[in-house]
């Protein structure tokens, strides 16, 4: 297959780039508008096979309406409505308003109901709830009524309006972003490459990979309901890795050019190397960011569908196009670079490595690698204890910035209403028409369930024998106690639905539960294969999963300082909501679990490159340290900046994304692979490279290699081709 590559891009360079150019506007003309295509809903963040899921579309069929009140209007009041009438008819013009506007389905208010649990503490607020026919219909009434209702001091939010805002802010903060990443990108890449032309590909290699994916995204939606969310993922890891296989392909290129090799004998020998590492790296982070298809969640499966489709656009964009495009410039590609980072550049190419900065580092590292990885544990460790008081919470308006209309109207219900009306138990009954009295039977036993911490609300007949309960809460539905709650009202009976917010969030936690065995071993699976299929060390690959295990444990301890503790809040610019996503934490382990490999495999492959070439593993690790530390570190701040410009955004997941995985690749990129990998490698010796006789053969059978030879049965490690960058 490398060698292959290798003729195209050789004696069909200029055809394969012309192609390339008209497969990039197509995908640009088709894709691009996926961004405003995909939406998000409420629903992305529930298993649809989940009681509270089935709880909302047995409510839908039975009345043909929302089972949600997806609009809350607070609305302010000169004396306590509860004494005076006339004080309510503020909430009444809100509700008739509220009527008029088109997809109205039915409305919930104080004047007509007397429902207690619409009036706060003291009397002045009253909350007018109303049901849409669709979030869409939620968001333009309430878009059409702010005006209208302007100086009145009405606010208007609720969960329909939320997400609509969400989706209107997810796709400004994209654009925000990539207005942001851009220009750093191209002047951290001109400073990495030395170079204006050089340092141009990487991020035409990242938009590539992304317009692909868009247009496979777009596709895809057709047959399978796409977040939105997984635009943001696409962007940040397409810019990213393709950063990171353009530099790897692009310096190991320029390495053999400075060795002597013409241009098209230097694409052949680094496709043969950097760019068997980079195949291998897009395969293992495609087949690590799948993993989230066992998610029934539509936000995780969403990602793991985008992630792993620009992962393996991103690796091809890299093989195909980038080397058909460096044959083209031939000499050009260091067109428009100072003529003094030329010299350094050739300098550094050429220049003996034990002179290098990572050769010496990791020397000394070698000289007491058991009390170096000792104290590089402990103190990874440390940073990491902070998980162990992880603290969950749903995504709702609280993820929305403090400015947000819809925020505000949450936070002032929580604040000053007894019970959010928008944010009932509801129990799901099946009973005939005439069943009032054993449904009222029913009610009452879930009132003592509830204890204090809910008060029954109202029960009614929906239609086609379905009967609707309802309980109000007391306090967030995130709550332990309303956690607990719902678990004990599923056990009155084996026939009821128990639906709600607070139960939605108990079934989001137990689906994210019951999956997560099976993508971890996915993860573990195709993370440890592929590294000993590259490596032909069964040691290697336990290496790696505990490094990446101890990188993912140490982001989630600093995102616990940060987002749960709310240090740096003001500087970030957010407001802490007391914990952290649940489904979005899934996405970011697994990213940065993918990111670690990817790191990993760059480095074991120079490393293995040094080793099948006579060095002892010592040597080898500083060789391969010293001819991948500098790229690697690049790498990972390029990848940073692209992906850490989502701590700009206004969504508090989308920010926590951003913030954790940057914080993960540095930590790793830097600390782990120059000093625990090194440490650790260097205490084992030869024993890095042990596998079982049975892997052994196994490996010589169907191990990942172009040419060489097979390893003398004597020794524990496979002497294939180079395989580094």
């Known amino acids: 297959m490398i060698a292959r590559l290798s003729d195209l891009a050789a004696h069909h360079a200029r055809r394969v780039v012309i192609g390339a150019g008209i497969v990039f506007l197509l995908a640009a003309l088709i894709g691009v508008p996926v961004t405003s295509i995909l939406k998000s809903e409420s629903s992305d963040f529930q298993d649809p096979a989940s009681q509270s899921q089935r709880a909302v579309r047995a409510i839908e069929r039975a009345t043909g309406q929302s089972a949600r009140f997806g609009v809350a209007a607070l609305v302010p009041s000169a004396a306590d409505v509860r004494a005076d009438p006339a004080a309510a008819r503020s909430a009444l013009r809100v509700a008739a308003l509220l009527e008029g506007r088109p997809g109205f389905q039915r409305v919930l208010d104080y004047p007509a109901t007397h429902l207690q649990e619409l009036v706060s503490r003291d009397g002045r607020q009253t909350l007018v709830l109303a049901a849409f026919a669709s979030r869409e219909r939620s968001a333009e009434a309430v878009k059409h009524l702010r005006p209208e209702l302007a100086g009145s001091g009405v606010r208007?939010?609720?969960?329909?309006?939320?997400?609509?805002?969400?989706?209107?802010?997810?796709?400004?903060?994209?654009?925000?972003?990539?207005?942001?990443?851009?220009?750093?990108l191209l002047l951290l890449s001109f400073w990495v490459f030395r170079g204006l032309i050089a340092a141009a590909l990487p991020l035409l290699v990242g938009g590539f990979a992304i317009v692909i994916t868009f247009l496979l995204l777009r596709l895809i939606d057709q047959f399978a309901g796409l977040s939105i969310f997984a635009v943001n993922l696409v962007t940040g890891m397409g810019l990213g890795l393709g950063i990171d296989y353009s530099l790897f392909v692009l310096s190991r290129y320029r390495e053999e050019l400075a060795g002597g090799a013409d241009g098209r004998a230097?694409?052949?020998?680094?496709?043969?190397?950097?760019?068997?590492?980079?195949?291998?790296?897009?395969?293992?982070?495609?087949?690590?960011?799948a993993c989230m298809l066992v998610f029934p969640l539509r936000f995780l499966y969403s990602m793991g569908v985008g992630g792993a489709l620009v992962a393996l656009s991103a690796g091809a964009v890299s093989l195909i196009v980038l080397p058909a495009v460096l044959i083209v410039l031939?000499?050009?590609?260091?067109?428009?670079?100072?003529?003094?980072?030329?010299?350094?550049?050739?300098?550094?190419?050429?220049?003996?490595t034990e002179r290098g900065v990572w050769f010496r580092?990791?020397?000394?590292?070698?000289?007491?690698?058991?009390?170096?990885?000792?104290?590089?544990?402990?103190?990874?460790l440390a940073l990491a204890s902070p998980a162990l008081r992880l603290e969950l919470t749903p995504a709702d308006a609280q993820v929305l910035p403090a400015s947000s209309p819809a925020r505000q109207v949450a936070e002032a219900i929580t604040r000053d209403f007894a019970v959010d009306g928008s944010q009932t138990i509801t129990i799901v009954a099946h009973a005939p028409a005439g069943g009032a009295q054993t449904v009222a039977a029913l009610a009452q036993r879930a009132q003592l369930s509830a204890g204090g911490q809910a008060s029954l609300g109202f029960s009614h007949y929906l239609g086609r024998g379905v009967w609707e309960i309802e309980l109000l809460p007391h306090g967030l539905e995130g709550a332990h106690a309303n956690q607990a709650l719902v678990k004990r009202l599923r056990t009155l009976a084996p026939t009821l639905l128990v639906g709600g917010a607070s139960a939605g969030f108990v079934d989001q936690k137990?689906?994210?539960?019951?999956?997560?065995?099976?993508?971890?071993?996915?993860?573990?699976?195709?993370?440890?294969?592929?590294?000993?299929?590259?490596?032909?060390?069964?040691?290697?690959?336990?290496?790696?999963?505990?490094?990446?295990?101890?990188t993912v444990a140490v982001g989630a301890g600093l995102l616990v300082l940060i987002f749960q503790d709310g240090h740096f809040s003001r500087l970030l610019g957010f407001s802490p909501i007391g914990g952290l996503e649940e489904s979005n934490l899934v996405l970011l382990f697994v990213?940065?679990?993918?990111?670690?490999?990817d790191y990993g495999v760059f480095l074991f492959a120079r490393i293995k490159e040094a080793h099948d070439d006579g060095r002892e593993t010592r040597d080898a690790v500083a060789y391969g340290l010293e001819?991948?530390?500098?790229?690697?570190?690049?790498?990972?701040?390029?990848?940073?900046?692209a992906i850490g410009a989502f701590a700009t955004s206004?969504?508090?997941?989308?920010?926590?994304?951003?913030?954790?995985?940057?914080?993960?690749?540095?930590?790793?990129?830097?600390?782990?692979?120059?000093?625990?990998?090194?440490?650790?490698?260097?205490?084992?010796?030869?024993?890095?490279?042990?596998?079982?006789?049975?892997?052994?053969?196994?490996?010589?059978?169907?191990?990942?290699?172009?040419?060489?030879?097979?390893?003398?049965?004597?020794?524990?490690?496979?002497?294939?081709?180079?395989?580094?960058?």
């Open 156 to 184: 208007l939010g609720g969960e329909d309006v939320a997400s609509s805002e969400i989706n209107e802010r997810t796709t400004s903060d994209l654009k925000r972003a990539e207005l942001l990443a851009f220009p750093i």
């Open 266 to 289: 230097a694409i052949a020998r680094t496709l043969q190397t950097a760019g068997r590492t980079v195949l291998y790296s897009s395969l293992t982070v495609a087949g690590a960011l």
């Open 330 to 352: 031939g000499p050009r590609i260091n067109a428009l670079a100072p003529a003094w980072m030329q010299r350094n550049l050739a300098q550094a190419s050429q220049s003996a």
């Open 361 to 380: 580092l990791a020397r000394a590292v070698m000289r007491r690698p058991g009390l170096i990885a000792l104290v590089t544990a402990v103190a990874l």
């Open 510 to 550: 137990a689906a994210i539960t019951a999956h997560t065995p099976l993508a971890l071993a996915i993860l573990v699976l195709v993370t440890g294969g592929f590294l000993f299929l590259m490596t032909g060390s069964l040691v290697l690959p336990l290496l790696a999963l505990a490094m990446n295990l101890l």
């Open 591 to 597: 990213v940065a679990f993918a990111l670690s490999t």
């Open 627 to 641: 001819r991948t530390g500098r790229l690697v570190t690049a790498a990972a701040l390029l990848f940073c900046v």
């Open 650 to 725: 206004h969504i508090f997941f989308v920010k926590q994304l951003g913030v954790g995985a940057a914080l993960a690749v540095a930590i790793d990129a830097t600390v782990v692979r120059a000093l625990l990998v090194p440490a650790l490698m260097g205490r084992l010796g030869e024993r890095t490279w042990w596998a079982p006789r049975p892997l052994r053969r196994l490996h010589a059978r169907i191990g990942l290699r172009e040419g060489g030879s097979a390893p003398p049965a004597t020794r524990m490690r496979p002497a294939t081709g180079g395989t580094g960058p």
